[in-house]
């Protein structure tokens, strides 16, 4: 289930510590301080109560994976869970596309874009490109098209990034066409181009042809990568250096610089977290699966989640819930996966993590006092009065008490005298 992506490049998420190390952070921030709660990525990766034990592996890769844990599935917000969603995406894509091509269909990748600021909100771009690009496959010039050119559907993914312009909104579309001809096909993508600008103007907004393609699929993978290969993720998790070009920063890199106390790269990633939680890409309807022949497929899981029990790969060692969830619950589990993948023996990760996620009892609280019988009161009553006998006796039973001894005292006048004064 698990992707082999962990120990690909280089990247700053390219290993399970660091993902793990984000991920919380991303829980830290997302999560309401008052009332303790947040999106499903901030209840990621702790074991459920009914699990008996989280199982760390290590699979051929080198990567390791952790059993018997909860996972979020949200593409959006969850490094962790993010390389499994883009796998899914990919595959379904690309059976989609394979079924395509085995009825000799041609698939065109359209890109839609509008133009953007710095300080233009997210949540009114993806408005503008969802709005205009759903209008330009709606209506009756569009179904003409459709006709003539088979479109049997459109595959959509969402991309975001935000760069020295603001963020940057864009939509990767995959017309799936039947048409005779490749030129039909192109035809096809450059119709909803052209119709996707004008609803984009309806909305107030502008959309220039420069910031638009359109180009035929070479083939299912082709295609695969060019809708499902989620930028965001590939520019985080897979490239060795920190991405600065014109698309931007990809939002797994704000996030990780909103951790280091950026606080406008912290507005930034709450910003994208609210818009984008939850958004759907590469929906493969049940029209478009049954004339392909193959099972719809949806993001319907994600932001819901589900335990993984089994993690792929060689068992390294095992961890009580409790020990895992008390590691979680201190941001320690990526440390713990990080001794892992540096070999430690498990023997010594295990007590280490143990040892961290139970520390010691506090030292027992020291006695209350003991309570004045009422013969100390009556007698710090004489005592008040004046009473030399009572003083002395009292003082007595004083420093029988504080010494704890019954035994009789022998007191000399020096020491009676202080006895009386100091009381
Ligand atoms: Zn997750």
Redesign the pocket.
């Given at each position: 289930m698990t992707p082999p992506l962990s120990s690909e490049g280089d990247g700053f998420l390219s290993t399970t510590s660091k993902r793990f190390e984000l991920?919380h952070g991303i829980g830290r921030m997302l999560r309401d301080p008052e009332t303790g709660k947040g999106p499903?990525?901030c209840g990621?990766?702790r074991s459920g109560h009914e699990v008996e034990a989280v199982t760390i592996t290590r699979r051929d890769s080198g990567a390791i994976g952790v059993g018997g844990v909860f996972?979020?599935?949200?593409a959006w917000?969850?490094p962790?869970?993010a390389p499994r969603q883009t796998l899914d995406r990919q595959s379904r894509v690309k059976d989609a596309v394979s079924a395509l091509y085995a009825q000799d269909g041609t698939a065109v990748m359209v890109t839609l874009t509008v133009q953007h600021r710095a300080g233009d909100r997210l949540a009114d771009l993806k408005r503008i490109v969802q709005t205009a690009g759903r209008k330009a496959r709606q209506g009756a010039p569009w179904a003409r098209m459709q006709k003539r050119a088979g479109v049997i559907g459109v595959l959509v993914a969402p991309e975001v990034t935000h760069g020295r312009h603001g963020w940057h909104f864009h939509l990767h579309l995959l017309v799936l066409c039947l048409a005779q001809s490749n030129s039909t096909a192109a035809e096809a993508g450059e119709f909803l181009i052209q119709r996707y600008m004008k609803y984009v103007e309806a909305e107030g907004a502008t959309a220039k042809r420069l910031g638009q393609d359109v180009q035929v699929a070479t083939s299912p993978e082709n295609a695969a990568d060019y809708v499902a290969k989620g930028l965001a993720w590939e520019l985080a998790g897979r490239s060795g250096k920190v991405s600065r070009s014109a698309k931007g920063r990809a939002p797994f890199e704000i996030a990780a610089s909103a951790m280091t106390g950026q606080p406008r790269d912290y507005a930034l990633w709450r910003e994208y977290a609210e818009t984008m939680a939850g958004t759907r890409s590469c929906v493969v309807t049940a029209a478009m699966a049954e004339q392909l022949g193959i099972e719809p497929a949806d993001d319907s899981a994600q932001d819901e989640?589900e335990q993984e029990l089994a993690a792929d790969g060689v068992e390294v060692g095992i961890l009580s819930p409790g020990t895992w969830n008390g590691l979680m619950r201190l941001g320690q589990a990526a440390a713990l996966i990080r001794k892992v993948e540096a070999d430690q023996p498990w023997p010594e990760v295990a007590a280490w993590a143990r040892r961290t996620a139970n520390p010691p009892e506090p030292a027992p609280p020291p006695p209350p006092p003991v309570r004045p019988s009422e013969r100390d009161i009556r007698d710090a009553a004489a005592v008040q009065r004046g009473s030399t006998a009572a003083r002395l006796g009292w003082a007595v039973d004083a420093l029988r008490r504080s010494t704890g001894s019954r035994r009789l005292f022998e007191l000399d006048a020096t020491v009676v005298t202080a006895l009386i004064k100091v009381r």
């Open positions: 991920r499903a990525v990621c990766g996972r979020c599935d949200s917000l969850c962790s869970c989640g």
